[in-house]
């Protein structure tokens, strides 16, 4: 059997890294409508690759499938990897892909064992440097924000003070939640009512429902959720139904880190979600409450209760 070793260094952070590899692999590898992969030790996935052509032809699908042998959060991923004749060949070969953090981001090393012939190995040698390369880029163009330094005026004794300066891009896609960057959850004890006040006050239109436990709706360019709200269990705070405003953020782990380091306090540490996002929620100093929510699939809302309306 043969092997190879493939190391490549990501300015990116080992949660997203982890992440591409378990649940994203439809926002770098994998065609959309063809995943059928839950990331769980011992789980099988299925997914399939598209070649495209320029000249016309038909895309040519290659598929992939296998099982999770290994997980650890942020540490490493490993898994059987079987593809076709111009892959594996049918073999049921080894992947292992670990993550460090460096300086700059994340070292990965890829290892894929396994290969009955020296010629697979050999065109995977070659394929898999261009495959992270690509990785690397859809990545980044999903990133919402950078980082940028500047120079404080009013640094002590000359010395500069690197601040962070926030650039947008547009945000990954995802059936299940509102493309609006800013969305307030409010609570009703009707939601009935409370739907058809934002309907007929601010033109509100419902884009998903939730029975009995949420709706959205789009409000020109922004959104808003109504929330179901049961006083017994979740008592009104200063007189009023809770209320919540949900953010949506390129890397929900180093947002949550940094809402720590300034002082929040954590309500619910990230963790992924069926619907496609990743999510934290944070109390900030002031006391508003805030859930920071990452895109990580895009997901049908009937595999999860959900049912789009408009």
Do not use: C, K
């Amino acid at each position: 059997m043969h092997a190879l070793t493939i190391q490549r260094t990501f300015p990116l952070p080992p949660s997203t890294l982890y992440r591409a590899w378990t649940a994203g692999w439809d926002s770098w590898f994998a065609e959309r409508d063809t995943m059928r992969v839950r990331a769980a030790e011992g789980a099988p996935f299925f997914f399939e690759v598209a070649q495209h052509f320029e000249d016309g032809r038909p895309d040519i699908r290659h598929p992939h499938y296998g099982r999770f042998l290994a997980l650890e959060p942020d540490a490493l991923v490993s898994l059987t990897w079987v593809t076709g004749a111009e892959g594996t060949a049918g073999a049921e070969t080894i992947l292992t892909v670990r993550f460090s953090r460096v300086e700059h981001g994340t070292e990965v090393s890829l290892t894929h064992e396994g290969f009955a012939s020296l010629e697979a190995r050999d065109n995977h040698a070659v394929a898999w440097p261009l495959v992270l390369a690509h990785q690397e880029s859809r990545l980044l163009a999903l990133a919402v924000t950078v980082e940028a330094s500047a120079v404080d005026a009013s640094a002590v004794d000359g010395a500069p003070t690197i601040v962070a300066s926030t650039a947008y891009a547009p945000l990954p896609n995802n059936r299940s939640i509102p493309e609006a960057a800013l969305i307030p959850v409010r609570s009703y004890p009707d939601m009935a009512a409370a739907v058809q006040w934002l309907q007929e006050v601010l033109g509100g239109r419902e884009r998903l429902r939730v029975p009995g436990h949420r709706v959205q709706l789009a409000v020109g360019t922004g959104a808003v959720v109504v929330a179901a709200w049961d006083p017994a269990s979740a008592p009104a705070t200063g007189g009023r139904p809770p209320a919540i405003l949900m953010v949506r953020v390129a890397d929900v782990d180093r947002a949550y880190a940094r809402a720590m380091a300034l002082g929040s306090t954590g309500l619910s540490e990230p963790a992924d979600h069926p619907y496609g996002e990743r999510q934290a929620s944070v109390r900030d100093p002031a006391g508003h409450a805030w859930t920071l929510t990452q895109t990580i699939a895009d997901v049908d809302p009937a595999s999860w209760g959900g049912e789009l309306v408009g």
